[in-house]
Nanobody, 117 residues
Framework: QVHLVESGGDLVQPGGSLRLSCAAS????????MGWYRQAPGKQRELVAA???????NYADSVKGRFTISRDNAKNTVYLQMNSLKPEDTAVYYC???????????WGQGTQVTVSS
């Protein structure tokens, strides 16, 4: 069974920074896609940032220039560096890993990020 464990969520003031981590119980080379999603109260879960096994990245327009996704293959960990945080970034952030041959879809338990003064 594959597990993804997020950490790093916290309460931070507007303009602050946080780094989220997603540790996988298996080699992240087994995932074709790894991403960070978020879900705010009353809203649908949305994709924030993604990175492929080839290192290509993609970001939601709302976080471009502020968030950076990266991966450390040796540590089987994916990171989300979040800078210039805004109150609207408040949400539960989830790590996701997908593999495509056969299709597998894994989720972490989520970590709370609250941006408030």
């Amino acid at each position: 069974q594959v597990h993804l464990v997020e950490s790093g969520g916290d309460l931070v003031q507007p303009g602050g920074s946080l780094r989220l981590s997603c540790a996988a119980s298996t080699s992240i080379f087994s995932f074709n896609f790894m991403g960070w999603y978020r879900q705010a109260p009353g809203k649908q879960r949305e994709l924030v940032a993604a990175i492929t096994s080839g290192g290509n990245t993609n970001y939601a327009d709302s976080v471009k220039g502020r968030f950076t996704i990266s991966r450390d293959n040796a540590k089987n960990t994916v990171y989300l560096q979040m800078n210039s945080l805004k109150p609207e970034d408040t949400a539960v952030y989830y790590c996701n890993g997908k593999s495509y041959g056969p299709f597998r879809d894994y989720w972490g338990q989520g970590t709370q990020v609250t941006v408030s003064s």
